[in-house]
């Protein structure tokens, strides 16, 4: 039997499973027969939908996204396209990520239990301890888009997925039709596909080839794990002109001639290169329509939440702290200049005194008071420094003033001028100003 069915150990958190599959891989219909399968075990999960363009889904989700933003008047009011809707709703639930995890620990975290269970001889103690316990929420399961790219690449996706992983055990699913994976260049786009979500979410995944009622996914474990098996299948296609699922006729179109060339070449190449990436994945197949499977599954999700715990957790919190480290660098670098702008703005000191050149916050001492007094003097009567082309202005003046000093005195002097008048240089300036 299944570990679902054994009860829960006491503040364990429950483990997330985010469901990720293409349009028509049976997504939604895996994650209504993982609720059944639950509801069946008296673990009821908690269940949340993230497609906002969905018209109805065969679960009752706890946190629906279609609660809180409307599909099409988001269409409307941006003037957007289907994928353009989702993406945008998307991102207006991810501003409430925060209301979300809360509603989730407040849900899943199981209720004290009462003093007379704490108290073993107690009547119905033991009782008491085993109802509050199966109370407790063991799964979280979460459906997205089927527009794969429009989740796993979005910025609201990786917002959604970072806080569920920061607070609860995460693993992906990733579910996959198999009966459309017979061909090897589809199974190799699919494993394609899985490497870049698992890259990209950087969270523990597991490889669920659905539909196993219609065809067994043992062909596709095979080939994942003998690379001669999977080149052997590769060359009979070739040979009988099914390369890629078509007829001879229909792939010669497109130049592939059966399928020799290059795509035999490049899917030899791929296979050789995803062998390290399949060792990290646990495969499992089952049917969403029969059910068969799907205890596997839970046990490949237990598996998956120790390795989370174990492996993926460390580095998680690793680069939640070098991301807060560095937001902490760039606030104090902001704190930095603001500082040497204030202390620019207010070296000039009140009542229109000099003004001193930054960065000097000492106090002004007497020797430094007496050396202003003695450029106030210099300067005349200004208040200010005057700036180099005021002083510029007022060399030419001061030049111009004094040759026609020297011109007016050279003139009394040869008419010999007895009136015995004052021509100091002072006075000249006064009467040519008063003049």
């Known amino acids: 039997m299944a570990s679902t069915g054994a009860a829960p150990q006491p503040n364990?958190?429950?483990v997330t499973i985010v469901c990720i599959g293409m349009a028509g891989s049976g997504k939604t219909t895996f994650m209504q027969r993982l609720n059944s399968h639950l509801h069946?075990?008296?673990?009821?999960?908690?269940?949340?939908?993230?497609?906002?363009?969905?018209?109805?889904?065969?679960?009752?989700?706890?946190?629906?996204?279609?609660?809180?933003?409307?599909?099409?008047?988001?269409?409307?009011?941006?003037?957007?396209?289907?994928?353009?809707?989702?993406?945008?709703?998307?991102?207006?639930?991810?501003?409430?990520?925060?209301?979300?995890?809360?509603?989730?620990?407040?849900?899943?975290?199981?209720?004290?239990?009462?003093?007379?269970?704490?108290?073993?001889?107690?009547?119905?103690?033991?009782?008491?301890?085993?109802?509050?316990?199966?109370?407790?929420?063991?799964?979280?399961?979460?459906?997205?888009?089927?527009?794969?790219?429009?989740?796993?690449?979005s910025a609201s996706g990786d917002i959604l997925l970072g806080a569920l992983?920061?607070?609860?055990?995460?693993?992906?699913?990733?579910?996959?039709?198999?009966?459309?994976?017979?061909?090897?260049?589809?199974?190799?786009?699919?494993?394609?596909?899985?490497?870049?979500?698992?890259?990209?979410?950087?969270?523990?995944?597991?490889?669920?080839?659905?539909?196993?009622?219609?065809?067994?996914?043992?062909?596709a474990k095979e080939w994942m794990t003998d690379f001669e098996a999977f080149q052997a299948a590769l060359m009979r296609e070739e040979e009988t002109g099914m390369f890629g699922g078509l007829e001879s006729g229909e792939s010669s179109v497109a130049g592939g001639g059966g399928g020799s060339g290059y795509m035999g070449s490049l899917l030899n190449s791929m296979s050789l290169m995803l062998e390290e990436f399949y060792s990290h994945l646990k495969v499992v197949g089952v049917s969403s329509m029969t059910g068969a499977g799907v205890d596997e599954f839970f046990k490949a999700v237990q598996e998956k939440a120790e390795e989370f715990e174990r492996d993926y957790k460390p580095e998680l919190e690793r680069r939640q702290k070098e991301r807060q480290k560095q937001k902490q660098e760039r606030r104090e670098k902001e704190l930095g200049k603001l500082m040497r702008d204030m202390?620019?703005?207010?070296?000039?000191?009140?009542?229109?005194?000099?003004?001193?050149?930054?960065?000097?916050?000492?106090?002004?001492?007497?020797?430094?008071?007496?050396?202003?007094?003695?450029?106030?003097?210099?300067?005349?009567?200004?208040?200010?420094?005057?700036?180099?082309?005021?002083?510029?202005?007022?060399?030419?003046?001061?030049?111009?003033?004094?040759?026609?000093?020297?011109?007016?005195?050279?003139?009394?002097?040869?008419?010999?001028?007895p009136s015995g008048n004052d021509f100091s240089f002072a006075r000249f300036i006064h009467q040519a100003k008063m003049g």
């Open 343 to 417: 202390n620019v703005s207010g070296a000039s000191t009140a009542g229109g005194s000099k003004q001193k050149k930054p960065g000097k916050l000492e106090p002004e001492t007497i020797s430094d008071m007496e050396d202003e007094d003695e450029d106030d003097e210099d300067m005349g009567q200004g208040l200010v420094e005057p700036d180099e082309d005021e002083e510029m202005e007022t060399e030419d003046a001061d030049n111009g003033l004094a040759k026609r000093y020297r011109e007016a005195l050279q003139k009394e002097r040869e008419s010999g001028d």
């Open 12 to 14: 364990q958190k429950p």
């Open 40 to 153: 069946s075990r008296r673990t009821a999960p908690y269940v949340l939908n993230l497609d906002p363009a969905v018209h109805s889904v065969p679960f009752e989700p706890n946190i629906d996204i279609r609660d809180s933003v409307n599909y099409k008047e988001v269409m409307r009011q941006y003037n957007l396209g289907p994928n353009g809707g989702i993406l945008t709703s998307l991102n207006l639930f991810a501003t409430k990520v925060d209301q979300i995890l809360k509603i989730l620990e407040t849900r899943t975290t199981p209720a004290p239990l009462p003093q007379s269970d704490l108290n073993p001889g107690a009547t119905g103690g033991s009782s008491g301890a085993s109802a509050a316990r199966q109370k407790q929420i063991k799964h979280i399961l979460v459906d997205t888009p089927g527009q794969i790219e429009v989740f796993v690449w």
């Open 165 to 219: 992983a920061s607070s609860f055990p995460t693993v992906i699913a990733y579910v996959i039709d198999t009966p459309r994976t017979a061909s090897t260049s589809t199974f190799m786009s699919n494993m394609l596909y899985a490497c870049s979500i698992l890259y990209k979410t950087r969270l523990p995944m597991i490889l669920v080839f659905n539909k196993t009622d219609v065809k067994d996914a043992t062909f």
